[in-house]
Nanobody, 118 residues
Framework: QVQLVESGGGLVQPGGSLRLSCAAS????????MGWYRQAPGKQRELVAT???????NYADSLKGRFTISRDNAKNTVYLQMNSLEPEDTAVYYC????????????WGQGTQVTVSS
């Protein structure tokens, strides 16, 4: 079992920045992928970015250049630096963990609200 705890969400003005953190604990396999998805009201959950323990990254094309994912493997923590935020970025952001060794082993955090508004 893996537990994920997100932090860093909140209210920010357009053009501002925010940094999200997600700490994983429990039965963590060293070979894994961690990342972020988001879901806005009335919309489907979508990929933001993921990063494997070996350094491979995957970004949503529309977010490249504004969002940056990073991770600290020693701390089992993944970060999402969000810059030039727009109202359209308003959503609940969910941390995700999945094993790249054990099939169908994936976990979600509770989510953290990000609201971009003036």
């Amino acid at each position: 079992q893996v537990q994920l705890v997100e932090s860093g969400g909140g209210l920010v003005q357009p053009g501002g920045s925010l940094r999200l953190s997600c700490a994983a604990s429990g039965n963590i396999f060293s070979i894994n992928s961690m990342g972020w998805y988001r879901q806005a009201p009335g919309k489907q959950r979508e990929l933001v970015a993921t990063k494997t323990s070996t350094g491979f990254t995957n970004y949503a094309d529309s977010l490249k250049g504004r969002f940056t994912i990073s991770r600290d493997n020693a701390k089992n923590t993944v970060y999402l630096q969000m810059n030039s935020l727009e109202p359209e970025d308003t959503a609940v952001y969910y941390c995700n963990f999945r094993s790249l060794v054990v099939p169908n082993q994936g976990y979600w955090g509770q989510g953290t609200q990000v609201t971009v508004s003036s």
